[in-house]
Structures are given as C-alpha cells and as structure tokens.
C-alpha cells in the first residue's frame, strides 16, 4: 500500500465550476500537507501548504487537513481554464524533512 | 529569473551511456533535493543535501547513481551505464532552513534511454 493515496482521474469540469480533489494518507505522523500543481512536461509548481489540521484559503484555492480521518483536500472555486493542469499532494513528518511524499496526482481540464 | 533552473532540458541517450544533469538551487537555499518522476506518477525522492553534504538516499539511488554538491551550490546527478528503466523526469528543488520551507522545484530534465 501506498503511503499517500490520491485518484488520478483525470478530471473534467465546466469552466465556472467547483474542484474538489482528495488524498489520502496512511502514516500517521504525517503533520505538513502541500498541494502541488503541474503543467505538461513542467516541474511542480507550489500552491498551497498547511500545517496539522484546518483550512487554509488563498484567493479562489482553499486547503484542507482532516488529520483524524488522515484526508485531505484542494476546493477551486470558479476554475478557468488555465487551472487545467496536473494536481499533486505531498505531505512529509516534520518541518525540513528531508523528502516529501507524493500523491500520482490528478489530472484535471477545466472546459471552457 | 531566480527560480530553480536544470540543464539540460531534454537528454537522449542510447543505453549505456552515462548521462549527467546540473540543477542551480535558488541562491539562499542550503537544502537541495533530487527526484524522479515517471509518467502519471509523482515524483519519488532519491537524496539530499544540507550545503555540500549528502545526507539522505533512498534505496531508489542505486549504485550507478551519484550526486555532488561540492561547494553548496549547484549540484550534478550522474547516472552510469543507462538502462531504458532510467527514462524518467528528473527534478530538482530546493528549501531554505527554518521553520516554514517547503520545497520549491525547477523545471526538471527528461531523459530518455534508447
């Protein structure tokens, strides 16, 4: 098993609508979550990064961390088609760890 | 552009050959990292370094794999004797020290093993 579980789609939506994409994880000491995104043939690019449990918003993105239920998730609000792209979680132990653990990622077109 | 930049962008290779890729950090960060990613995976960690020392590698780092970072700064991946299996997105990136880095990627190199 995997130690991060995430649902590779791929994903297509109408331009406009809400984005709901999800992980899963199973180590518990787990404690830094990211959300990576990623265009064709492009390195990850960073979007958000929380840490333990909550939400966390930055503009039309808004993280979330359910540590009890070891879940998380990335809501796009009113998603453009420049949002098309690959999704990746990562999540690591602690602070400065020195390697994440990524999701396969999930690949998502937004339709215009 | 002060990012994280790779070279080269792109390698063909023909099997057993050796290859090797340069990854420039951003100029403040003292913690450098190399990973692989495979189509329709994520990225999987192979080893890093805090300055110039090589503290972690995964088991993923064989033996014809080395990395360096002699004075801090860039580092190189080397792989020898190149097998098909090696084809791959190789990326880089880098973090500050502190209670808040995360790790910022560059653009990555895509080889391809004939």
């Known amino acids: 098993q995997k130690e991060v579980e995430q649902d590779p789609g791929p994903l297509s939506v109408p331009e406009g609508a809400i984005v709901s994409l999800n992980c899963t994880y199973s180590?518990?000491?787990?404690?830094?979550f990211m959300w990576y995104r990623q265009y064709s043939r492009k390195g990850p690019e960073l979007l958000m990064y929380t840490y333990s449990s909550g939400n966390k918003e930055d503009g039309r993105f808004t993280a979330q961390v359910d540590k009890s239920s070891k879940y998380i998730s990335l809501f796009i609000r009113d998603s453009q088609p420049s949002d098309s792209a690959t999704y990746l979680c990562?999540?690591?132990?602690?602070?400065?760890?020195?390697?994440?653990?990524f999701g396969t990622g999930t690949r998502l077109t937004v339709i215009p | 552009d002060t990012g994280v930049s790779q070279n080269p962008r792109h390698k063909i290779t023909k099997r057993g050959q050796n290859v090797t890729f340069r990854c420039d950090p951003i100029s403040e960060h003292n913690r450098l990292y190399w990973y692989r990613q495979t189509l329709g995976q994520g990225p999987e960690f192979l080893t890093y370094f805090q300055n110039e020392a090589q503290l972690e590698k995964s088991r993923l780092l064989s033996d014809r794999f080395s990395a360096e970072r002699p004075k801090g700064s860039f580092s190189t991946l080397e792989i020898q004797r190149t097998e098909q299996g090696d084809s791959a997105m190789y990326l880089c990136?880098?973090?500050?020290?502190?209670?808040?880095?995360?790790?910022?990627f560059g653009p990555g190199t895509r080889l391809t093993v004939l």
């Open positions: 990562a999540m690591s132990a602690r602070t400065g760890a020195n390697n994440l653990f």
């Open positions: 990136a880098s973090s500050p020290s502190g209670s808040t880095d995360t790790q910022y």
């Open positions: 180590n518990s000491a787990f404690q830094y």
